[in-house]
């Protein structure tokens, strides 16, 4: 027998407390933008000049992120007190929706080769009221004065009577998205296996249980785990200490099977 004080334990002792243990679950909401892309060529700026001030050449229809889009030119400006110096320039919801969120980016193309493009873009910065909102179908987001005329007609975006302008629209979209927080498959917890396994060699035992003249070595911390009587017993009693005690009401094997279930039901 070991050194040390010894504690009469009951089969009380051996109950197992369980608790129910709920599966974890997880959503992740995701906010991201539906990009679409539309270039506008403008051919025979010349012969559109001269309209008239709130007259327009509209683009095709074009579809993102479930909505149709078109692209507004104004040659003589859309604002009349502007008197035709400024071109204009507007993206327009073309179909039939509320509170369209989206970001909108317009490029007026350099046509030598330089790659000074006039680019007017909500992508990649921060906005102080988030991104736009369109209300209504022919709602519209642009510029009034998105390019002095005088300065356009002699510059290298004009070239052979010809303007391209591209625009990019992202609409905001949100979502719910498990697949990204679920991706890595969590293996089958293996510790109970673990514990068994140091209950059968013996490793690192620190305490020894006499029943009835038969030793049992096994683990304080494992047994505290498993069962709060154990736990009161090894590290709240009088002498936290005591590396044997004697089990008083039990067979050796019912005992040893007690202990095993212990360890492997974690």
Known sequence: MTNGATSPVTAATLKVEHSPLLSPTSSQSVT???????????????????????????????????????????PDGKNPEDSSTYV???IALASEGTDVRALFELTLMDQSGKGKHKVHSHFDRSLESGPYTLKYRGSMWGYKRFFRR??????????????????????????????????IQVPVSDIGAHFGMLLENMEGSDITFDV?????????????????????????????????MVITDLEPRVFKLSCDRMALNT
């Not at 004009?158 to 992202?170: P, S």
């Open 150 to 183: 005088a300065l356009l007609e002699t510059s290298d975006y004009l070239k052979d009577d010809c303007l391209i302008i591209n625009c990019t629209v992202g609409v905001v979209v949100s979502a719910i998205d498990c697949s990204r927080l679920h991706s």
């Open 212 to 244: 009835a003249g038969e030793k049992f070595r096994s683990h304080k911390l494992v047994l505290a785990a498993r069962s709060p009587v154990f736990r009161t017993e090894i590290f709240d009693g009088v002498d936290e200490q005591k590396k044997e």
């Open 32 to 74: 991201e933008t539906v990009n679409g892309f539309h270039r506008f060529v403008i051919q025979g700026y010349s012969l559109a000049k001269g309209m008239g001030i709130g007259k327009h050449i509209v683009s095709d229809n074009f579809t993102v992120g479930g909505y149709r889009w078109a692209i507004y030119f104004y």
């Open 88 to 90: 204009s320039v507007f």
